[in-house]
Each structure stands twice: as structure tokens, then as C-alpha cells.
């Protein structure tokens, strides 16, 4: 069990620019979600899958955003025509859904850095 | 909706004394409760999660919670803090449509431990 990870770790992008982060889940879970985190706060939800199916984005996910999970494993999160307010902790996380008791495990997070 | 409240933005302990973070959580049917911890820079870690049951968890690194009902509560506990606890505490609550998906966290409590 090698955890989740995300990459980059760390991105410097100019406003207007596209970027994309890349997240592996935990090799047997068939959820898979991506949360935000601003400095100071919790993280919030943005999205989540169900083995390759989007079953629910938050209102937080505007046009400019969008996730897939092509295969069922891993997920990519493409922010395009960046904006300064995108500036965050973008955090991917994975469980094994079997009952309504999931747990999800977390990586390390990509933080962007919007100038 | 579902909500989570951390009164306490930042608590100082002395390394060796106990510690007590509140979470207050506003949801109708029965919660999902969890307690992550998020090293500086660093993706969140699960101490510990209730489902069901015996209402006192048992997480990793010597923490416990218990989930009271009658005040909305998950308070995570430590009978002996150690330097090495000093991080941001995370309560987060789950159960919206019957599954523990879509994480709703509270705004965080930072730890700093005094020697």
C-alpha cells in the first residue's frame, strides 16, 4: 500500500495559464475525490468519482474547472485561464467503498501558486 | 446541510499535559465523524473515525474521541501531548445521502506545544 499521490507537489503558473495535476489513488479504492483547501480554512469539496463515473461537483467547480478519471484510477483536475483566487491546496484523496463506512485517505496535495 | 464547527483556532500546551479540541457538528440524521491531522505544507492524515457504536474511539498516536449525541460533539482528547503532535487538526463530518462521501471539515485548530 503505497498511499495516494499527487503531482506536482508544487506549481507557479501566470494568471491566464492552464494547469493540470495529476492524482494516483490507492491501488484497490474505486472512489476517488478532490477537495480545495484556501490558507486558513478546512478543506471543500469539489468532486468525486465512482471508479471512472463524476457522480457529484460542487458549485465551487466553476467552467473553468474539470476532472476525469478515464480509467478508473487515476484522475487528473484541469484549471484552465487561471485566476488569482485559484491560488490553494488542491488535495486528492481515495476509499474503498463497500458499505456506507468509507474512509478516505488523503495524498500530499498540489499547491498552486496563481501570480 | 451539514456543518462543522471548531471553536478553538489555536491552543498551546505544555509537551506532557493533556489537550482537549472541541468540534461541534449540525447535521439531522446520524453523523460520520472523523479527526485528520495536516502537518505544515503536508496532506491530512486519519487519526481516527466513527461510525457507529461504542461512542469513545480509539485513534493512532494515543488520541481518543467521543461522539455525544445530546451535545453534537466529537472532542478529540490526549492524555500526554508530545512535541511532535504540534500540527492543525481537522474535524470533519459525513453521512449526507446515507454514505460517508463529501466531507464537510471545520475550519481547523492549530496545536503548538511548549517544551
Known amino acids: 500500500d503505497t498511499g495516494v499521490s499527487q503531482n506536482p507537489r508544487h506549481k507557479i503558473t501566470k494568471r491566464g495559464q492552464n494547469v493540470t495535476f495529476r492524482c494516483d489513488p490507492i491501488?484497490?479504492?474505486?472512489?476517488l475525490y478532490w477537495y480545495r483547501q484556501t490558507l486558513g480554512q478546512g478543506p471543500e469539496f469539489l468532486t468525486y468519482?465512482?471508479?471512472?463515473?463524476?457522480?457529484?461537483k460542487s458549485r465551487l467547480l466553476s467552467d473553468r474547472f474539470s476532472a476525469e478519471r478515464p480509467k478508473g484510477s487515476f484522475s487528473t483536475l484541469e484549471i484552465q485561464r487561471t485566476e488569482q483566487g485559484d491560488s490553494a491546496m488542491y488535495l486528492c484523496?481515495?476509499?474503498?467503498?463497500?458499505?456506507?463506512?468509507?474512509?478516505?485517505?488523503f495524498g500530499p496535495g498540489t499547491r498552486l501558486l496563481v501570480l | 446541510a451539514q456543518s462543522v464547527t471548531q471553536p478553538d483556532i489555536h491552543i498551546t500546551v505544555s509537551e506532557g499535559a493533556s489537550l482537549e479540541l472541541r468540534c461541534n457538528y449540525s447535521?439531522?440524521?446520524?453523523?460520520?465523524l472523523f479527526w485528520y491531522v495536516q502537518s505544515p505544507g503536508q496532506g491530512l492524515q486519519l487519526l481516527l473515525k466513527?461510525?457507529?457504536?461504542?461512542?469513545l474511539v480509539q485513534g493512532i498516536k494515543g488520541f481518543e474521541a467521543e461522539f455525544k449525541r445530546s451535545q453534537s460533539s466529537f472532542n478529540l482528547r490526549k492524555p500526554s501531548v508530545h512535541w511532535s503532535d504540534a500540527a492543525e487538526y481537522f474535524c470533519?463530518?459525513?453521512?449526507?445521502?446515507?454514505?460517508?462521501?463529501?466531507?464537510?471539515f471545520g475550519t481547523g485548530t492549530r496545536l503548538q506545544v511548549t517544551l
Open positions: 484523496a481515495s476509499s474503498l467503498f463497500r458499505t456506507v463506512q468509507e474512509t478516505q485517505y
Open positions: 491501488s484497490e479504492h474505486n472512489r
Open positions: 468519482f465512482q471508479n471512472e463515473a463524476q457522480l457529484e
Open positions: 447535521y439531522g440524521a446520524t453523523p460520520y
Open positions: 466513527y461510525f457507529s457504536g461504542d461512542t
Open positions: 470533519a463530518v459525513g453521512g449526507l445521502g446515507g454514505t460517508a462521501s463529501k466531507l464537510t
